[in-house]
């Protein structure tokens, strides 16, 4: 149940934060925003999914195979948190470093995310016996897509 739980919990900050960002980059500067073009943000999210393509082919399964899942998670869970800490500071950034901080910024989060989304899969599938796989990854599968739909209105309230 709590590998469930964390998968729910990671599955909402994830789509909280890729529901958030366009509205946080786009919003101008005396908002609080960055003052990005859409096409800013669509090179953003570009950047990011090819940066989770490679992450999870040919680092992550070196994380996991070092550290854990569990040990991996948790770091995942911290450094997320640290980094979204920073995200308030990159208002005062401008020129042609403020792109360079955004993408990586983002495609690090994405990557902590999948980090601590996969780990919580293989835990999950790993404290179950194996006749009751099935029903743990439904039950995981349909509490993780209601997190990700109450995901953009419990973001958007925050």
């Known amino acids: 149940m709590f590998s469930i739980v964390l998968f729910c919990i990671a599955a909402f900050d994830d789509m909280a934060y890729m529901e958030m960002f366009p509205l946080w980059a786009e919003s101008d500067r005396i908002h609080g925003g960055l003052g990005l073009l859409p096409e800013d943000v669509g090179q953003v999210f570009a950047i990011t999914g090819g940066s989770i393509l490679l992450y999870q082919t040919f680092i992550y399964p070196h994380i996991v195979k070092i550290l854990g899942p569990v040990s991996a998670s948790r770091a995942a869970a911290v450094l997320s948190m640290v ?72 973001g958007g309230i925050v």
């Open 83 to 154: 980094l979204l800490s920073t995200y308030p500071y990159m208002t005062h950034l401008s020129g042609h470093l403020l792109p360079v901080v955004i993408n990586v910024a983002s495609g690090l989060k994405a990557n902590l995310s999948v980090t601590i989304i996969t780990c919580s899969l293989i835990l999950q599938n790993n404290s179950v016996a194996q006749d009751q796989r099935a029903t743990a990854n439904g039950l995981a599968t349909t509490l993780m897509s209601f997190s990700k739909a109450v995901a953009p209105i419990g």
